[in-house]
């Protein structure tokens, strides 16, 4: 008997053990958690609003950095009504913030500071369409690595980055700012920028933030805040997948978007907020509103008023009021009158409260405000060196008429032409952080860096980028006559594309074609350099011109990486994230479309097209040009059947056929033949960028698994369907060879 008991006590005290652990056994969430309820059970309900409360400390952006806190503030941080500030940087200003929040609030509740480090802090980096044109996920999060380390080190916690809003229309300005058009590549690279941000969440760490949830790319037209209406199919499978992989990769707060959705405006919908992310995706973070989104409520005809906006977004699940001071203002009082249910609160400000343990805030509130270590880390040599590196690899060759590029060592005079040529401005792009344009390195000046004595390098702007006035073109002929060559620089100014910049043609601005067309009389070679947050309808450059290099905003490193990769120093390796369509007309033009059930036919003409255009868009997405060849052969699968439980292995052999050591990015598209619903022509499911010696073959492999198959199937579930697939690999999303397997129960 007494045995028995023995045993049955050990038996409950191993039970027991497995809930009542020493703090060592615990996990580190268990701990943040329990420590996070031990602040929340000091906090008042007006504290606790504080924490949902954020505010623009309201600099602007630029290089200038104010150092004096308004007497606003103090009080409301003092009074514990603010937990978190945008746009106030610098390693002692948020250090005068925080020294209030910790030393003069009630329960010293540390600030946590955010800024949009969208390419770069200081030292700009090319902007994220660009990045994603590199097709190399270490690489964007090496960027984003180097940019935290910079902002991290000027106070800032956390960056409003990144977006991973799918974007089918090049008018709306903000494709500039995501991974383009492809749920795949736009996963990969919001996982790789997540990576790179958050790190191990060091002190030189940065939180990620995945905008903007959810569909913002979408709107009508391509214009700026505008409806966007998807069907819930496209929505999942398109639109919400890349803000799936940012949660996925670890990424600890969201921004819900402004614009509506099938009626419901995203900050104020439940079903985005908690159903999706919360319920669905098992999301732990906490979710900020854009800047004033929850005022904005009112517009979309949602909210009667300002109160009512708080209500609606406060129940639908955004825990952080980013500017519109609609939770400071209503929430005690929606409290009283029994609409919004504290615990709801409770739950936001545990959300906010944990990102900042996690950041080690409450151990450490000045970790990041450091003023020698802002120094130290603003602008070094090594990150320079990393924003070249990106800017290289970014760069997309478009044209390469015989081979005019690399450019030829001797040649004796160069013709730097264009409004973009010594543009100190333009190449920051559309989200310069505290980038300043005196470190910019213009094309002019990279190509003065570059040649040696023996060529001289001849400047003209020829005309602005978005003017009437042709007074410029004689200087720019009169140059170009004299050299040997010219590199003429056009595209848009950093101000076309970005936020609220929706253009209604995607043609070049201005007087530039003709200048081009001026230029091209002279009987000169011509290297368009272009530039631009955004695909243009390049047609006539893409017919007379010599050649065409992509550029976009490549940041503070562009004229060095543009000469490098001009004279051949760097390959070009970049590969289109987005389909340049040939007019605005075709606009949305994408790979991944369907097939209808008249697929386009220039011979037959009840079929999907346009009287007066090609089938085809001007570059197709993937596409970019090598100074080498490279020759696909051997294709082979492993099986043509595949099960729920194995894989089959795609290879391919790759040669560099062409005269230069070279990468390229092979890529891997898949179609499902037949389907409940309808399915993509093509869909990208990998690739990977190799690295080829002149003359080197290599055996590439790509493996496919049932899961890779999957879609949001007629009844909403998502799965795959048996059947037959096609399965293509190549250079880009059209010029491929194809193979077919089978996908078995
Ligand atoms: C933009 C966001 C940005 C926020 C804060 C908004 O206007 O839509 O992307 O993070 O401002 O600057």
Redesign the pocket.
């Known amino acids: 008997m007494k045995k028995y008991f023995i045993f049955l006590f050990s038996v409950i005290v191993i039970a027991l053990s497995g809930f009542v652990r020493t703090p060592q056994q615990k996990s580190s969430d268990e701990i943040i958690a329990e420590r996070v309820d031990s602040v929340l059970s000091l906090m008042t309900l007006e504290e606790k609003i504080g924490q949902l409360n954020q505010l623009?400390y309201g600099i602007g952006w630029g290089p200038t950095v104010k150092v004096s806190v308004p007497d606003e503030y103090k009080d409301l941080i003092r009074e514990g009504k603010i937990g978190s500030f945008?746009?106030a940087i610098g390693a002692e200003f948020t250090y005068e913030l925080q020294k209030i929040a910790v030393q003069e609030s009630r329960l010293k509740i540390p600030l946590i500071f955010g800024l949009?480090v969208i390419h770069g802090f200081k030292t700009i980096f090319p902007i994220p369409l660009g990045e994603a044109a590199t097709w190399q996920p270490e690489i964007v999060e090496m960027s984003a690595h180097y940019q935290a380390i910079e902002a991290a080190s000027a106070g800032i916690h956390w960056t409003?980055s990144p977006?991973v809003d799918i974007a089918r229309d090049p008018r709306w300005g903000r494709i500039m700012?995501g991974s383009g058009e492809d749920p795949y590549l736009g996963s990969v690279m919001a996982a790789a920028h997540v990576r790179g941000y958050q790190g191990d969440l060091s002190d030189l760490n940065i939180i990620a933030?995945v905008?903007?949830y959810a569909g913002y790319g979408g709107a009508e037209g391509g214009r700026d805040y505008n409806t966007v209406d998807i069907s819930e199919r496209t929505f999942r499978d398109i639109y919400l997948t890349p803000y799936k992989a940012g949660m996925e990769a670890g990424a600890h707060t969201l921004?819900a978007s402004?614009n509506e959705i099938g009626g419901v405006p995203s900050s104020g919908s439940k079903y985005l907020l908690n159903d999706i992310l919360r319920d669905e995706w098992g999301f732990k973070g906490f979710v900020v509103s854009?800047?004033n989104s929850i005022g904005e409520l009112i517009n979309h005809g949602y909210a009667s008023d300002l109160k009512h906006a708080g209500e609606i977004s406060l129940n639908a699940g955004l825990d952080m009021d980013?500017e519109s001071r609609s939770y400071i203002t209503h929430l005690k009082d929606l409290v009283d009158e029994g609409k919004v249910d504290e615990d709801v609160i409770d739950e936001s400000v545990r959300r906010i409260l944990r990102v900042k343990f996690l950041l080690g805030l409450f151990d450490d509130p000045f970790r990041y405000c450091n003023k020698e270590r802002e120094e130290k880390n603003i602008m070094t040599k090594e990150t320079k060196i990393a924003s070249l590196e990106v800017a290289k690899r970014s760069f997309v060759l478009l044209k390469n008429e015989k081979n005019i590029l690399p450019l030829k060592k001797d040649y004796k005079k160069i013709a730097v032409i264009g409004p973009l040529a010594n543009s100190k401005e333009d190449p920051i792009g559309g989200w310069g952080g505290m980038g300043d344009s005196a470190d910019v390195v213009t094309v002019l000046k990279g190509f003065k860096n570059y040649v040696d004595k023996k060529t001289e390098i001849l400047y003209s702007e020829g005309c602005k980028v978005d003017d009437k006035s042709t007074t410029g073109f004689k200087d720019a002929i009169k140059i170009a006559k004299k050299s040997d060559v010219i590199i003429l620089c056009l595209g848009e100014n950093r101000d076309l594309s970005g936020?609220a910049c929706s253009r209604s043609t995607l043609d070049l601005p201005g007087m530039q074609e003709e200048l081009a067309k001026e230029l091209l009389k002279t009987g000169k070679p011509i290297v368009v350099v272009l530039m631009n947050g955004r695909p243009l309808s390049i047609n006539w450059l893409n017919e007379n011109v010599n050649a065409i290099l992509e550029t976009w905003f490549a940041g503070t490193m562009t004229g060095d990486a543009i000469a490098k990769v001009l004279f051949g120093d760097y390959n070009p390796s970049g590969k289109l994230p987005v389909t340049f369509p040939r007019t605005v007309g075709q606009v949305p033009l994408y790979y991944n479309h369907k097939n209808t059930g008249r697929p386009g036919d220039l011979n037959n003409h009840y079929t999907s097209k346009y009287l007066d255009l090609p089938l085809t868009p001007l570059y197709p997405f993937g596409y970019g040009l090598s100074y080498t060849s490279f020759a696909y052969d051997d294709f082979k699968l492993s099986s043509n059947k595949i099960t729920n439980e194995d894989s089959i292995i795609v290879s391919v052999k790759v040669k560099n056929t062409g005269n230069y050591d070279g990468e390229e990015v092979v890529q891997m598209y898949v179609q499902d033949l037949v389907g409940s619903v309808t399915r993509p022509v093509k869909e990208l499911k990998g690739f990977k960028k190799i690295m080829l010696k002149r003359g080197e073959e290599k055996s590439i492999y790509f493996t496919i698994k049932e899961k890779d198959l999957k879609f949001t199937a007629a009844d909403m579930k998502f799965k795959s369907e048996p059947g037959l697939f096609k399965v293509y690999v190549g250079t880009n999303s059209v010029d491929v060879i194809e193979s077919q397997f089978e996908l078995v129960e």
């Open positions: 623009s945008l746009n949009d409003f977006m700012e933030c905008k903007h921004m402004f854009d800047w980013m936020e």
